[in-house]
């Protein structure tokens, strides 16, 4: 007997698992694939020494978060080792231009004034509001939606900043993408510059609620650069595996879980594939896409017909293609070698081309022009690759889950698995355009479609590295529904955790850590 099971081993349920078992509880943690880590997962699926990362990249959440916090002397006895960018991301243009964010903030400026004068000023006034801002949302994205700690974090906010203060951050809250920038800014490659990161959680230029990420990671790679994983974002997985086995808890690969037993109104357990059951006395959780608990480990039930209806209607994200590539050596950058130094390149180069890839993707099109996030993490971290080589992390961003046609007219193919090159060719001869003879330099590659990325982590709905849109109605306190926002389910025992809750989707352990907080006591 267990006191709790934990279902998924990604870092949100490891997370759970290891506050669990610090505060005495016997934890199994059960996971179906052969090796621990949910979407963060570091592989060589391109040549031998060659180490990519499959999903996750940048671990910066995970460093600034409560859980690491708490954590971070025992993680870093067992092997967590982060390598710090101060270069942390860039934005390349088509006319061989470029703009990025480096922790010095005179360099950052320097850039800015160079194309607007004006809007280097702007950067650094807004610098220095993130400076008051930033306790307040980072205080609102360490806590349960709703909660007590929330009104907290509200009236905090409120003593020192004003009820004008508190009234901007509620309108950025609120805003668009575009709207904010275009409040604050008057350069559109700043704003494109920015802008960029909203396509990393389902944010188009015009969607509201979109500010918040763009105005987050800008700022605090302006504040802190930003952090990924030596060797691979799998040092945390290693970390928190070897502490959580450390600690008593049991973790069981390769073992899938074909349903969560009940007594009627309780979770009392796991069945797994191999018959074997697991029992539970306190705790099932589940770090999972709700769609998949509900929909397949839980029996329908009449008594949750309103809450099954809506985890039914919980709306996917778009979809990711992955492009991993071993290289002879870096992109010959047609901007300058100075992107080097930079931890991600963006090429999406204005507002107006984010826009039309988005609304192409939603309507089931192939993106006549993707918009791709480029890593290089072996210019920061040469560790991951022989002497001299390099990987490079490429992330096709917003695709249809689902292939309807192309936007481009070129491609015939409707589904992923015949598209799937020609889609890949198409990301590439863009990545050409800004690094002239980048296919000279690529030794192997690997393409993981939307359709691969699910197969690989079935919370990956349809690619959708979010699990679930982050749009207004599916975030905050209806994250995943409205309700059932502070991990519990109608099911009495069974919780969750993982992306598909809040805070959402990224690094930082958030709702895994809040959830064991919530059971195991802080």
């Keep these: 007997m267990h006191d709790a099971v934990v279902i998924g081993a990604g870092h949100n349920g490891l997370a759970a698992a290891i506050h669990l078992a610090t505060r005495g509880w016997k934890v199994a943690v059960v996971e179906q694939a052969t090796e621990p880590g949910g979407a963060v997962k570091t592989r060589e699926v391109t040549l031998p020494g060659f180490r990519h990362d499959l999903c996750a990249m940048n671990l910066s959440m995970f460093a600034g978060s409560a859980f690491f916090a708490a954590y971070k002397h025992e993680l870093t006895a067992h092997g967590l080792e982060l390598v710090p960018a101060p270069n942390a991301f860039a934005s390349a243009f088509p006319d061989g231009s470029w703009l990025g964010v480096s922790a010095s903030l005179e360099e950052t400026a320097s850039r800015i004034a160079k194309i607007s004068p004006r809007d280097a000023e702007a950067w650094r006034q807004m610098v220095a509001g993130f400076d008051t801002q930033a306790p307040h949302l980072f205080g609102l994205l360490g806590a349960e939606m709703p909660s007590l700690q929330t009104a907290k974090t509200a009236w905090k906010a409120w003593r020192a900043m004003g009820t004008g203060g508190l009234f901007d951050m509620g309108r950025m809250l609120l805003s668009t993408p575009r709207d904010f920038l275009d409040a604050h800014f008057e350069n559109d490659k700043l704003k494109a510059m920015m802008a960029a990161w909203g396509l990393h959680l389902d944010f188009a230029p015009d969607t509201a609620g979109g500010a918040l990420f763009p105005y987050l990671e800008s700022m605090a790679s302006q504040a802190f650069g930003m952090v990924i994983g030596k060797g691979g974002a799998d040092t945390i997985i290693r970390a928190m595996t070897s502490l959580l086995k450390a600690k008593g808890g049991e973790i069981l690969l390769g073992t899938a879980v074909d349903a969560i037993e009940t007594d009627g109104t309780r979770a009392t357990g796991v069945r797994l594939a191999d018959g074997r059951t697991l029992k539970a006395s306190r705790a099932v959780i589940a770090n999972a896409h709700p769609k998949l608990v509900f929909g397949k480990l839980l029996p329908s039930d009449p008594a949750r017909a309103a809450f099954d209806k809506r985890v039914a209607g919980f709306r996917a994200g778009p979809g990711t293609m992955m492009i991993h590539l071993a290289l002879d050596s870096l992109p010959d950058w047609k901007a300058g070698p100075e992107l080097h130094r930079f931890a991600y390149v963006h090429l999406a180069p204005d507002m107006g081309l984010m826009a039309r890839t988005y609304a192409e993707a939603a309507a089931g099109l192939l993106p006549r022009e993707p918009v ?128 598909a809750t809040w805070p959402g989707a990224g690094t930082g352990a958030g709702s895994g850590f809040m959830l064991g907080r919530k059971l195991g006591g802080k």
């Design 372 to 499: 791709l996030v480029v890593g290089q993490p072996t210019a920061v971290d040469p560790s991951r690759a022989p002497g001299g080589k390099h990987v490079l992390w490429v992330q096709v961003r917003v695709l249809p889950a689902d292939i309807l046609g192309d936007a481009a007219g070129t491609i015939t193919a409707l589904s992923w698995d015949d598209a799937k090159e020609a889609y890949a060719e198409r990301a590439l001869d863009l990545l050409d355009g800004y690094a002239p003879g980048i296919r000279s330099r690529i030794l192997e590659r690997s393409v993981f479609t939307p359709r691969d990325l699910e197969h690989e982590n079935p919370n990956l709905i349809g690619g959708d590295n979010l699990s679930g849109s982050h749009r207004l109605d599916q975030n905050f306190l209806f994250r995943p529904v409205p309700g059932w926002s502070r991990y519990k389910t109608p099911v009495e025992k069974l919780y969750l955790c993982g992306a």
